[in-house]
């Protein structure tokens, strides 16, 4: 049967989501795992996407197939007990043999953070960016966002290094959140789908907008060059979270 699960980690100590030789990674923890619950036997992970040294998520999904039929509420706890803690199962379920974790999913919501803490808890210096020496505009760059939204080639917003050949996405929305409790800002963003390090480009842009470093009238103008170097600094992995994968019905 094939099961999909949706799983949050830590990404600080991983060398991103997918397995590469000789590093760790939360792939090859997953199906480390699986691999000693199927006796020896290899099983392949699928996931919505991969993620960067450093990203966490909190509702990354992936899927597996399996011959053995225990109850759903014992694999989440198999798995569970025998992974690091850096990776957790939250809910695991059934799911028809086509059902592609990748290739059915419709969209994506990534939430960034930054810390304008005047002290960085050293509890937080993993999972936030720490930018307290700036007061951004957070209107600004709330209004250079609405440059974003809909259908765009989003080639200024990706790096070099990819080989995907069709830059155009759609981006469903940006907002932006004041958390006065813990002072953070937070970029919630959600789209169709995303480049290679579009997600942490567009943050890095949007911050220079916030800090006077670029315009808002210059969002338009970065997108139809569809240059990298016009756009912003890459925002540091850290304060990068995959919230949410979207799937259809």
Known sequence: MRL????????SQFSGYQVQPGKRTVQLEIERVLEIIHKGAVVKVVASGRT?????ATGQVIHFD????????????ALNVQLPRDIRILSIEQVSNDFHARYHAVGKTYRYIWSLSEIHSPFERDFSVHVDRYK?????MQEAAGHLLGTHDFSSFCAA???VNDFV????SINFEVKKETQQLHMVISGSGFL??????????LWEVGIRKKTVESIPE??????????????PAHGLYLEKVAYKG
């Open 222 to 235: 970065i997108l139809l060059s569809c240059a990298r170097k016009e756009a912003g600094k890459t925002a």
């Open 4 to 11: 999909r699960a949706i799983i949050s980690y830590d990404g």
């Open 66 to 77: 399996s011959p053995l039929t225990f109850p759903l509420d014992r694999w989440r706890t």
């Open 52 to 56: 960067d040294a450093g990203v966490h």
């Open 169 to 172: 996405r759609t981006i469903y």
């Open 161 to 163: 290094k990819t080989n």
């Open 136 to 140: 951004p505009d957070i209107a600004s």
């Open 196 to 205: 290679y390090n579009m997600v942490r480009i567009i943050a890095g842009t």
